[in-house]
């Protein structure tokens, strides 16, 4: 057990799985020497050499078709797109093929591959670097999402994920890489896709939320609680497909007010589905309206600093929709 950074867990897990597993290798544009744009995979070509983790032309659709190509002749890959924002050119390979291969096939045929992506804003990043459009691959059947921001459950997930025998979408939020620090077990850690973490225990609300958002939620629950008293319960996705519908359910109907909190776009976002499950089977234990606090409903994150944070929802719009909620 050790501390580390969330872009050190990562990488860890990866030299991990590749030290166990001759079949997993990684593909994407500047994985290699240069290590990736953010440096996730630096060092791990020169340990495992060119064949298992490979440079890639500047080309999505390629990354996405070769590893599929490598499932389906026995190997584990793990691609990286260089951002979310630049995978529109793979949704063919992802949507037509890799979501679809096993179902097609009745089971004949497997896609154990990962898609590791940064996604988020917060750094400045403009409209090219900065989306937060996870919700889209939840609506495709067939892949499975997961969005850890706690570096242990990064580590665990990144390894359950490349086992998965389905394509698992692997969120990394860019802002956290350096600025989120946890413990990390060495060996053998895994943490199950689909299921939930209690970041913070209460009885009188409960914040739904994953990613850079839980760490702002958790926060707004930390100073709400300081002045008002209460207890505030704070639940981490990590998992945004297939959602942990037991855990939701369970902490609302304890509480009987929930709060979905999510860096995406309010129309279309996970918290829709999230707050239609809590609906259909939760509505009598509901003391308040089901509350969604998200990003504004325009284009994409806007580059200039001011506007950059009027989009951004920090831990005092998160506290203000706490208090507000809570007066119910």
């Not at 495709?140 to 850890?148: E, F």
């Not at 706690?150 to 490349?162: E, H």
């Not at 060495?186 to 913070?200: F, L, Q, S």
């Not at 600093?305 to 909620?325: G, H, M, S, T, W």
Request: proline residues 6%.
């Amino acid at each position: 057990m050790a501390t580390k950074l969330l872009i050190e867990a990562i990488r860890d897990g990866l030299a991990e799985a590749m030290d166990q597993d001759e079949r997993v290798m990684i593909i994407g544009e500047d994985v290699g020497r240069r290590g990736g744009v953010f440096r996730v995979t630096e060092g791990l070509m020169d340990t495992y050499g060119e064949m298992r983790v490979v440079d890639s032309p500047l080309a999505e659709s390629l990354i996405v078709g070769v590893a599929i190509g490598a499932a389906a002749n026995g190997m584990l890959p793990v691609a990286e797109i260089q951002f979310l924002d630049f995978i529109p050119p793979a949704m063919d390979q992802l949507m037509s093929e890799a979501a679809k291969l096993r179902y097609r096939s009745n089971g004949d045929w497997d896609c154990p591959i990962v898609i590791r992506t940064p996604y988020g804003g917060g750094i400045h990043g403009a409209l090219y670097h900065s989306q937060s459009i996870e919700a889209v691959f939840t609506h495709i059947p067939g892949l499975k999402v997961v969005a850890p921001i706690d570096p242990a459950d990064a580590k665990g997930l990144l390894t359950s994920a490349i086992y998965d025998p389905d394509p698992v979408i692997f969120l990394e939020h860019k802002k956290g890489y350096r600025s989120i620090r946890g413990e990390v077990p060495d060996n053998g850690h895994t943490v199950p896709i689909g299921k939930a973490r209690i970041a913070r225990e209460g009885s009188d609300l409960t914040i739904i939320s994953y990613g850079m958002y839980l760490q702002e939620s958790l926060a707004a629950a930390d100073a709400y609680v300081e002045e008002h008293g209460g207890s505030i319960e704070v639940i981490d996705l990590r998992s945004l497909k297939p959602l942990d519908s037991d855990a939701i359910l369970e902490s609302v109907m304890k509480t009987g007010k929930a709060l979905i909190v999510h860096e995406a776009n309010m129309f279309g976002g996970i918290g829709g589905e999230i707050a239609a499950i809590i609906a259909e089977h939760a509505f009598a234990y509901l003391d308040g309206p089901v509350t969604r606090l998200a990003s504004p409903d325009v284009p994409a994150m806007p580059f200039s600093p001011p506007l950059e944070q009027a989009f951004v929802r920090d831990k005092n719009d998160i506290r203000a929709a706490i208090e507000k909620l809570a007066a119910f």
